[in-house]
Every structure is written in structure tokens, then in C-alpha cells.
């Protein structure tokens, strides 16, 4: 016999986790339309050139972490499952004309991502993001306004202790000279370079300020800093992003190394981190602006700003701070029968009940109603409703299992009873 897993960096949400997923969902949903903005579907999977284009070929995303899908013919387009959503939003823009609708178009994802990474904690091959998206506002006030929603999202989720770490990684203007200052330091220092860091020191200098490797730890920390090489146009964005974020109460720390994975971003770059966690490579979400990017997948120039936040990583950090579950949920009522074999009575009133919109489990199995009662107790059931004789009359038996009482209703007052009860607790 053959035994199937899930295949390796990927897991089943089982009903608890995928309740608690829910949840994260309805917090992003609910900010999404206060914030203003639209959720909208992309493909899971696009061109492999949007995400070489948009999120750079030698960045670990692309390079190392793409799930490229076999070719189904000869000539057919190369395509790679989305490690993101940002590419894939801002193809959508162009293909659709985005532009003219009104600025800026502000658009939110919320789904699964997928990266062939080194699973490990907090690190999986299929895992879902909150994205969301600004596009047409070049800022500054916009950029404290997504930062300021991503927080929020981790108040109202229940994460303690979530630090906003914020930096400025300048513009076409001032970053080629400081790349090439970057270079030259990193050049001076290349025997102590691993491998992937001193292939990626001629194409793109700035990821190994982002490198995961601990041999580059000492070396980035004494590496010279964007934030000393801002030309005043980025430095002043910078200041009024500050001033903004000051103004609505959000903390941060600037952090002068945060440069982002991903090639797109220029200007804002952020990230979410539990207080402490700060080290470890375990974002529990980032984002930054990327002016350049609507412009490289073939729109025109259009500035925009954006985040994703990982909800896996957010339930960890929920569940390490040890804060209450969400727990199951029981059900309102459970409709069981005197007559074990009668199953079509007990379905019917199921039915009924449901039709009006109730959350009822019905006992199908054909048990003595002693055992139907005592599931329904152990289940936390609000109520029972127990079918016998007087349905010929219609009327059923409504046993209250939390305060003991039984009585006599109508089968057409059933429903209006137990919604008003309803009403007045909680069930799921
Ligand atoms: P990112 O930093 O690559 O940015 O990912 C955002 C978040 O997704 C991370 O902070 C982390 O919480 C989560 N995440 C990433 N990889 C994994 C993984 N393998 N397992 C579990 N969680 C993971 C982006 O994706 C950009 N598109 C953000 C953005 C939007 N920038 C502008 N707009």
C-alpha cells in the first residue's frame, strides 16, 4: 500500500487552522473596504517573464525559489506558480487599462503563494499572503497609509509585540551611485564572499545586504548605509513618510539594512516583525513602493506602493504569544429522533431549519435517543430538537440543553424561536 503525505513544505489547513485562516481573511476583508480598497483574483500561475521582469532574474525568488511548470508542448509559453502577487496585480493593470480609471486604483489578494524554499518554521512552499496594493499615487501620505493598515491588521488580529521597521533605498537618481560604493566595499572584502553573494555582487550588489547566509552577517552590518546617500528628493519623501506615520500614532524603527528580497521596490521599504524576532529572516509581512514596476511590465510610468502580510506566520506568532484560540464552535441545535429508524422526519425538519438560514447538525445514525442527546451535550449544543409522536400534529419537543427545559412547539414557530435565541448567544 501506498502512502501519501502532502507533499513536503505544503500542509492541509484542517478545519481548526483553516477556521482560524478564516478569521485572518475577515480581518483583511473588513480593512480592505475601511481602507478603500477592491479584492480582485489573479491567476495562480502567469508567464515566467512576469516575475523574471518584475521581480528581478537574480533575486532567491526567481533564482532559487520558482516553481517553474513543465512545458506542456514544444512550443508552448514557459509558466511558474506566483511566489507573489504584486507582478501579477501590476500585469493586470496594464492588460486592463487601469490607468484610466481613477487614481489610484487600490487593490487587494488574498490567497496562496508558492516558493520551492528550504522549508523550515515559518517557511513553507505553498503558504497565503494579505496582499494589497496602491497604484498612481506617488505619495508620501499614501505610503504611512498602507504601513499604518498593515499594522492594524496585526492589532485587530491579536499578534503582541509587532514592530514596524521602515527604511529608504533611494530612487534612479542616488542608488546607482551608491550601488557602485556598495560594490566597491563588498569587491575589497570578496575572499570572504560565499558563492551565490559573489556571483550576485556584479548583477544586483543590494541582495546581499538581504543575503540569509550568517557568513555575511559581520560584513552587512558594516556595509555602507543608502540612508547616507539619499538624494533630497528620496530624503524628503522619507522625512514626510515619517511625518505622516508620526501623525497617526504608528511606531517605527528605521532600520538602515532592510533593502527587501524582491528587485522592484525604490523609495519606501518595510516590514513587520515581532519585537525580538528581528533577526531571524522571519518577516511577518513587508512591502515597499515600487515606481518603476507598472513601466517595466509594459504600462507607463505610474508610481504605486503596496504590502503583503503572511497569515501563516501570523497564526505562529498568535499561537507562540500562547493567546486564546478561537476554539471550535458549537452548533445552535441538533435535530434527533424518538424513533431511531425514523431519519426522513428528522432530515425533513433539518431542512426546514436550514432553509431559514439555522446552523443545525442532524443525527442520521440510527441510535437510541439516549445517545443522540448525549452527543448533542457533549457537542455544546445550545439546543435539542426532538422528533416524536406530535410531529403528526405539528408540534416538536425543543429541549433546552443549557438550562434544562423542555416544552412544546410548533413546527411552524420552530425556526423564529431558535432565531431569536440565536440572537442572544453565540454559535457557529
Ligand atoms: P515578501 O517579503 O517576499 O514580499 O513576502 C511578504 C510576506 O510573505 C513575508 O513577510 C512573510 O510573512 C510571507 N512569506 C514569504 N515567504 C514565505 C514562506 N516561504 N512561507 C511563509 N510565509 C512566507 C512580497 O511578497 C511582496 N509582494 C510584498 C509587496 C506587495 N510589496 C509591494 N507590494
Same mark, same amino acid.
Given at each position: 500500500m501506498p502512502s501519501y503525505r502532502a507533499p513536503r513544505g505544503t500542509r492541509d489547513l484542517l478545519p481548526d487552522v483553516r477556521a482560524d485562516f478564516a478569521r485572518l481573511e475577515g480581518i483583511a476583508r473588513s480593512l480592505s473596504v475601511r481602507y478603500g480598497y477592491r479584492e480582485m483574483e489573479i491567476p495562480l500561475?502567469?508567464?515566467?517573464s512576469v516575475f523574471e521582469r518584475g521581480i528581478g532574474e537574480a533575486t532567491d525568488v526567481v533564482e532559487k525559489e520558482l516553481f517553474r511548470l513543465a512545458p506542456r508542448t514544444e512550443e508552448s509559453e514557459s509558466w511558474a506558480l506566483r511566489p507573489e502577487a504584486t507582478a501579477g496585480i501590476v500585469r493586470a493593470y496594464v492588460q486592463h487599462g487601469m490607468h484610466t480609471w481613477p487614481q489610484p486604483v487600490k487593490l487587494s489578494v488574498v490567497g496562496p503563494m508558492f516558493r520551492y524554499d528550504r522549508p523550515q518554521a515559518g517557511r513553507f512552499r505553498q503558504f497565503w499572503q494579505w496582499d494589497a496594493e496602491a497604484i498612481g499615487d506617488a505619495g508620501p501620505a499614501v505610503d504611512a497609509e498602507v504601513i499604518e493598515m498593515g499594522r492594524r491588521f496585526y492589532g485587530e488580529a491579536g499578534v503582541p509585540d509587532v514592530q514596524v521597521l521602515i527604511n529608504s533605498i533611494g530612487d534612479s537618481a542616488c542608488r546607482p551611485p551608491y550601488l557602485a560604493t556598495l560594490k566597491a566595499y563588498f569587491a575589497r572584502h570578496e575572499s570572504e564572499l560565499p558563492e551565490l553573494e559573489r556571483r550576485r555582487?556584479?548583477?544586483?550588489? @543590494?541582495?546581499l545586504l538581504d543575503?540569509?547566509?550568517?557568513?555575511?552577517t559581520a560584513l552587512v552590518a558594516a556595509a555602507p548605509k543608502i540612508s547616507e546617500c539619499l538624494c533630497d528628493a528620496c530624503a524628503a519623501h522619507f522625512e514626510a513618510v515619517r511625518a505622516h506615520l508620526d501623525a497617526v500614532g504608528v511606531t517605527y524603527r528605521i532600520e538602515?539594512? @532592510?533593502?527587501?528580497?524582491?528587485? #522592484? #521596490?525604490?523609495?519606501t521599504a518595510f516590514e513587520y516583525y515581532r519585537r525580538g524576532a528581528e533577526?531571524?529572516?522571519?518577516?511577518?509581512g513587508g512591502g515597499g513602493r515600487y515606481d518603476g514596476l507598472v513601466e517595466l511590465l509594459g504600462g507607463r510610468p505610474t508610481p504605486a506602493i503596496g504590502f503583503a502580510l503572511g497569515l501563516d506566520r501570523v497564526l505562529l506568532a498568535i499561537d507562540e504569544s500562547g493567546a486564546a484560540a478561537i476554539g471550535e464552535t458549537s452548533p445552535l441545535a441538533v435535530v434527533v429522533g424518538a424513533d431511531p429508524a425514523d431519519t426522513v422526519s428528522r432530515l425533513r425538519v433539518a431542512s426546514l431549519l436550514r432553509a431559514e438560514g439555522l446552523s443545525v447538525r442532524v443525527e442520521?445514525?440510527?441510535?437510541?435517543l439516549g445517545r443522540q442527546l448525549e452527543t448533542a451535550s457533549k457537542e455544546h449544543a445550545h439546543f435539542a430538537i426532538i422528533i416524536g409522536d406530535e410531529l403528526a400534529e405539528g408540534n416538536v419537543q425543543l429541549k433546552d440543553l443549557e438550562a434544562g427545559t423542555q416544552r412544546l412547539v410548533p413546527l411552524a414557530d420552530l425556526a423564529r424561536e431558535l432565531a431569536r435565541a440565536a440572537k442572544s448567544h453565540h454559535h457557529g
Open positions: 500561475f502567469e508567464q515566467t555582487l556584479e548583477l544586483n550588489p @543590494l541582495r543575503s540569509k547566509d550568517p557568513a555575511m538602515p539594512n @532592510l533593502v527587501r528580497g524582491l528587485d #522592484y #521596490y525604490a523609495r533577526g531571524q529572516q522571519q518577516a511577518l442520521l445514525a440510527p441510535r437510541k
